[in-house]
């Protein structure tokens, strides 16, 4: 099992769609959450990061962490053509084997169309 | 300014060229990492430099050699590639392990070597 599980899709919606992307993980000594949206042939760029359990909002993105179900998602409002890109769930702990490496999901392929 | 930039954005070299990626930051951080991503795929960890010394290895053949000539320049020097080698090659900085609890990575752009 991998320790950061994650749906590639691709998931295909219409513009104006709520879009919910979500990863699970195994390793409890993770407490540091992160997604980054990847547009094609780009480097990864940091949309949220949350700490611990909880809810943090950014304009159309809303980040929540759930460390009792070891379950964290994003949502996207009002979803836009520009937000196709690939959106890659990431995590770290603070810890041991854990310091300062960041643990990602496969990546969900996103498309928004108009 | 989160910027994190990558030169040069495309290379392709011969396997016998030796090249060198060049990566820098300016946000103070004190770790910064290498990372191989193949398409279609997460980024591969390679190695993780904090303050200055390099503290992850994930087993890179030698044939990738890091350095790291202060707190705002990575480099990653290739000599006798392989094709399978190609791939986006990506430098991420953090404000560093010890600076907790500010954990996340900041990208730069890329550089997609192709190895011919």
């Known amino acids: 099992q991998k320790e950061v599980e994650q749906d590639p899709g691709p998931l295909s919606v219409p513009e104006g769609a709520i879009v919910s992307l979500n990863c699970t993980y195994s390793?409890?000594?993770?407490?540091?959450f992160m997604w980054y949206r990847q547009y094609s042939r780009k480097g990864p760029e940091l949309l949220m990061y949350?700490?611990?359990?909880g809810n943090k909002e950014d304009g159309r993105f809303t980040a929540q962490v759930d460390k009792s179900s070891k379950y964290i998602s994003l949502f996207i409002r009002d979803s836009q053509p520009s937000d196709s890109a690939t959106y890659l769930c990431a995590m770290s702990g603070g810890r041991g084997s854990t310091l300062g490496r960041l643990y990602f999901g496969r990546g969900t392929q996103l498309t928004v169309w108009p | 300014d989160t910027e994190v930039t990558q030169t040069p954005k495309h290379l392709v070299m011969g396997m016998t060229n030796k090249k060198s990626l060049k990566c820098e930051q300016h946000m103070g951080h004190r770790a910064m990492y290498w990372y191989k991503q193949k398409a279609k795929k997460p980024p591969e960890l390679m190695f993780v430099?904090?303050?200055?010394?390099?503290?992850i290895n994930e087993s890179v053949p030698s044939r990738f050699s890091p350095e790291c000539p202060n707190s705002s320049l990575l480099n990653l020097h290739l000599h006798a590639l392989q094709p399978e080698d190609s791939a986006l090659y990506l430098c991420?900085?953090?404000?560093?392990?010890?600076?907790?609890?500010?954990?996340?990575?900041?990208f730069g752009p890329g550089t997609r070597l192709t190895v011919t």
């Open positions: 390793n409890s000594a993770f407490q540091y």
């Open positions: 949350t700490y611990s359990s």
């Open positions: 991420a900085s953090s404000l560093g392990p010890r600076k907790g609890p500010s954990y996340e990575q900041y």
């Open positions: 430099y904090s303050y200055e010394k390099l503290s």
